[in-house]
C-alpha cells in the first residue's frame, strides 16, 4: 500500500547489506537480478519496492514474473496499513495519492486496496504497519532478514485495549482480570518494568498460576507453529492502557521462554502513553465487569 512504508524498509534492507532499488519497471526485473552480462546471479540479497506507480506493475502478473526468474528464491512481502493510518500520513505530508492526484486520498486508498488484494494474497508474508514507528519496523526487519541463522523469530508484545488491539499478534492474551496497579496512587507512575509492579501483581492469586499456565501452553503451542512453516510468532499481552499488566506479563514470560530455550525479542507498543484515568476506566476493562 503507498504510504505504508516501503521506502523504510529499503532503507533499512540497505543498511544491511541489501542491493535495493524503487519503482524497478516489471521488465527489468530479470536483467537487475543477473546483471547486464545476464550470467550470474547477485552475491547478495537484492530488493525491489514496488507499488502501482512502479512501469508494468500487475499484479496478477508480478507474482509469476518473479518466481520465472531463474537461480533466485524470491519472497513477497506485502506491506498493510489502516486506512485512518495511511490517512494521517497524507495529510502530514501533504502529498497526493497516487491513483487519486485529484480526489480526496481515500478513494485512492480504497482503490489501490481493492487492486492489490491478490497480491496480498499471493504474498509470501505481510507486515502490517499501522502501529510501527519507524525504527520499530526496522527492527522488525531486522528480525526477519538480518543475519540471525535464519532461526525462527519469536516477539513477545504489550499494548492496550483501550488504544486498539495489537495488529500483528498470532497468540493474544487478555490480563485485565488482575489487579491493575492504575489504582493504587504511589504505582500509577511506574510500569510494568518496575519491581514494584510485578510485586504488587504477585500478591494477586491469579498472577502465578496464570503465567504458568500460559507458559506450559506456549512452550508447546510455540513450536508447533515452527513445525508448520511459519517463520514468525507474535504473542501478544494486553491491558486496559498498555503500560503495566501486559509490560509485566510480556517481561515475566520473555524470561520464562529464555529459560525454556527460546529467543524472544520484546516490544511494548504502548509503555511511553501518559497515566490516563479516563483511559484506565475504559468500559472493555475487567474492572467495570464487562470484558471486550
Known amino acids: 500500500m503507498s504510504g505504508a512504508g516501503k521506502s523504510t524498509v529499503l532503507d533499512a534492507l540497505e543498511d544491511m547489506g541489501w542491493d535495493c532499488v524503487d519503482n524497478l519497471p516489471v ?3 530479470d536483467s537487475f537480478v543477473h546483471g547486464d552480462e545476464g550470467k550470474q546471479c547477485r552475491l547478495v540479497p537484492a530488493a525491489v519496492g514496488m507499488d502501482v506507480r512502479s512501469r508494468g506493475f500487475d499484479v496478477q502478473a508480478v507474482p509469476a514474473v518473479l518466481r520465472s526468474i531463474e537461480g533466485v528464491q524470491p519472497e513477497i ?6 486506512g485512518s493510518e495511511l490517512m494521517r500520513r497524507y495529510n502530514e505530508t501533504r502529498r497526493r495519492h497516487p ?3 485529484d480526489r480526496p486520498a481515500e478513494d485512492g486508498i480504497a482503490r489501490e486496496r481493492a487492486l492489490t488484494e491478490p497480491l496480498k494474497r499471493a504474498a509470501d508474508s505481510v ?3 499501522t502501529d510501527l514507528t519507524p525504527p520499530e519496523l526496522r527492527e522488525e ?3 526477519r532478514y538480518g543475519d540471525h541463522d535464519d532461526q525462527p523469530v519469536l516477539t513477545i508484545v504489550s499494548f492496550g485495549y483501550a488504544r486498539g488491539v495489537s495488529r500483528t499478534a498470532d497468540l493474544m492474551f487478555d490480563m485485565r482480570f488482575l489487579d491493575n496497579p492504575h489504582w493504587v496512587p504511589e504505582l500509577r507512575p511506574l510500569t510494568g518494568k518496575d519491581r514494584p509492579i510485578r510485586e504488587h ?5 491469579a498472577w502465578n498460576d496464570a503465567m504458568t499456565r500460559l507458559e506450559a501452553l506456549l512452550t508447546d503451542w510455540i513450536p508447533r507453529y515452527w513445525a508448520a512453516g511459519k517463520s514468525y510468532v507474535t504473542v501478544a499481552f494486553g491491558c486496559t492502557g498498555g503500560r503495566h499488566r501486559s509490560v509485566c506479563a510480556a517481561e515475566e514470560m520473555a524470561e520464562r521462554l529464555r529459560k525454556a530455550g527460546f529467543s524472544p525479542n520484546v516490544r511494548h507498543r504502548d509503555l511511553s502513553s501518559e497515566p490516563s484515568d479516563t483511559i484506565e476506566e475504559h468500559r472493555g476493562d475487567a474492572e467495570s465487569g464487562e470484558l471486550g
Open 141 to 143: 526487519l531486522r528480525r
Open 201 to 205: 501483581l504477585a500478591q494477586d492469586p
Open 127 to 129: 507486515i502490517d504497519t
Open 27 to 29: 521488465s527489468l526485473l
Open 99 to 101: 491513483l487519486a492526484p
Open 77 to 82: 512481502l506485502y506491506l498493510e496499513c489502516a
